[in-house]
């Protein structure tokens, strides 16, 4: 029972590669650029373009691609799962059935749903854990709550909703240990996770739940504590010891990545979708 | 508009439970199901909502909405409309339901008072002990039962109406899922409420 091993998310890996030293800035706008092209995405070539540019990123980065697969691992039989469900249940009008099974069809249009989308889910995974991989959470912080500014305009609290976001982030591996140890003590006491019918199971997640969340809301009230005791009082009036600054490193980034977008839009726009 | 410290803390720290539940694949129960497995990830949003406001319930739904969108636990769930938009509404649903019924639980008890202690002594003590602890978890078990719903119903909603699936088969996977999805969130609000609750007022006499 290792929880926190398939962990990738929210975990960052320190390193001095050219990714690794870009502003946070624009690793977040460009990650973001990257998710919308990638929901416009409807053709084989375009994949096969995002792959070739993300297969680049991950090299500049220096992480080992292994690691950044890792957190892959649990959600594949999901992944299995849904492709199959996609090839049997989406229809179009006017396709090929590929096979008969049963009183199930797999027609080509579902094939290509299951495929496309299950790419896509593949991506977005991988150019979000680089994102978090690359960068630590202070600089994410700081990256965010620049780019974020403009909405306080429009009367959001951004400051604070960057915050919220970085606690989320900076838990989750927190109440993993915490889990983890809550599992294995009751383990020890005789509880098997893995057996039982569907009831059984659920209910032996009771016990683990309400010391999960106990402990998470305690921590909570100190974390309240301690942050009122420090004043701390959102973004108002705030600022940074180190202020973000771009370089020429950054300007050469938004190159490459203005000349890639514009190659993904053009293939987009131009290669027929196929579903 | 401004976010006091402790909304900011409490939604963070719920939405790592609720980024945790998918991780780890603990927030998905096997149910015996073609898809093979029931989601619990939105249960601290239901949370968020009940104890803390609709605010904090909608901040915490945007969380999870997030991080279902960027690590996607099923491929229609990389699309916005479908992981991130029906999220929004979990905890704000949840709120109305739990504020409504407490209302209206109160308001029965003044109105009927007299009615309601004449009843009371016709039928067994160990009966309305029975009636009162129920009453007092109902608006709990609803504002569960609710939110829940409004995840299942919303999310296979936008899976038919952006065209996943078609809709007999989104209307049988919300079924399949969504009700055992909804006993399980029911019965776990009440309980992970009163336990919160405990510590907290145990906290507040120390």
Not at chain 1, 101 to 117: K, Q, R, Y
Not at chain 1, 129 to 140: A, D, Q, Y
Not at chain 1, 215 to 232: D, Q
Not at chain 2, 104 to 113: C, D, K, P, S, T
Request: hydrophobic share 50%; with cysteine.
């Amino acid at each position: 029972m290792e929880l926190t091993k398939n962990i990738t998310l929210g975990v960052y890996l320190p390193g001095q590669s050219s990714i690794h030293n870009l502003d946070p800035r624009t690793k977040i706008s460009a990650a973001t650029i990257l998710i919308v092209l990638l929901l416009f995405a409807r053709s084989y070539e375009a994949y096969g373009l995002i792959a070739l540019f993300t297969a680049a990123l991950i090299f500049c980065s220096g992480i080992p691609s292994g690691y950044v697969i890792r957190g892959l691992k649990p959600m594949l039989p999901v992944l299995v799962i849904m492709w199959v469900f996609q090839l049997f249940l989406y229809k179009t009008p006017d396709t090929a059935i590929l096979f008969e099974w049963w009183v199930f069809e797999a027609t080509e249009a579902g094939l290509h749903m299951g495929n496309l989308i299950t790419l896509r889910v593949l991506f977005l995974f991988t150019v979000t854990t680089l994102l978090t991989l690359t960068t630590s959470v202070v600089s994410l912080t700081d990256g965010l709550e620049s780019l974020l500014k403009p909405l306080k305009m429009i009367g959001l609290p951004s400051q604070e909703l960057v915050m919220t976001l970085v606690i989320a982030l900076r838990f989750v591996l927190i109440l993993a240990e915490e889990l983890e140890k809550i599992i294995k003590a009751q383990m020890a006491r005789g509880v098997a996770f893995d057996q039982g019918n569907f009831i059984q199971k659920t209910k032996k997640l009771f016990p683990v739940f309400l010391p999960l969340f106990i402990g998470a809301f305690k921590r909570a009230e100190e974390l309240i504590v301690a942050m009122e005791a420090r004043s701390y009082t959102g973004g108002k009036g705030r600022t940074k010891m180190k202020t973000l600054r771009m370089s020429s490193s950054d300007l050469s980034a938004a190159f490459v990545m203005l000349a890639y977008s514009g190659i993904l839009i053009y293939v987009i726009i131009s290669v027929e979708p196929i579903i | 508009m401004s976010l006091s410290v402790r909304k900011i803390v409490i939604s963070g720290i719920l939405g790592a439970i609720a980024i945790l539940l998918g991780v780890t694949r603990l927030g998905f129960i096997p149910v015996p199901t073609p898809a093979g497995h029931a989601t619990i990830m939105h249960i601290p949003v239901i949370l968020g909502g009940i104890l803390e406001g609709p605010v904090v319930g909608l901040i915490t739904g945007a969380i999870f909405g997030l991080f279902s969108f960027l690590q996607p636990g099923a491929p229609f769930f990389a699309d916005p409309l479908v992981s991130i938009l029906p999220r929004l509404f979990i905890g704000i649903i949840s709120f109305l339901v739990y504020f409504s019924t407490k209302k209206i639980n109160i308001l029965v008890a003044r109105v009927f008072e007299a009615p309601l202690t004449n009843i009371k002594n016709r039928i067994s003590p160990g009966l309305t002990g029975a009636l009162e602890k129920f009453n007092g978890i109902l608006p709990y078990l609803l504002g569960g039962a609710f939110g829940s719903a409004t995840n299942t119903v919303l999310v296979m909603g936008m899976v038919t109406w952006r065209g996943y699936l078609p809709a007999e088969a989104s209307i049988s996977i919300g079924v399949l899922h969504g009700v055992p999805e909804l006993i399980v969130a029911a019965v776990l609000t009440v309980i992970l409420v009163k336990g919160i609750q405990r510590i907290r007022t145990t906290e507040d006499k120390s």
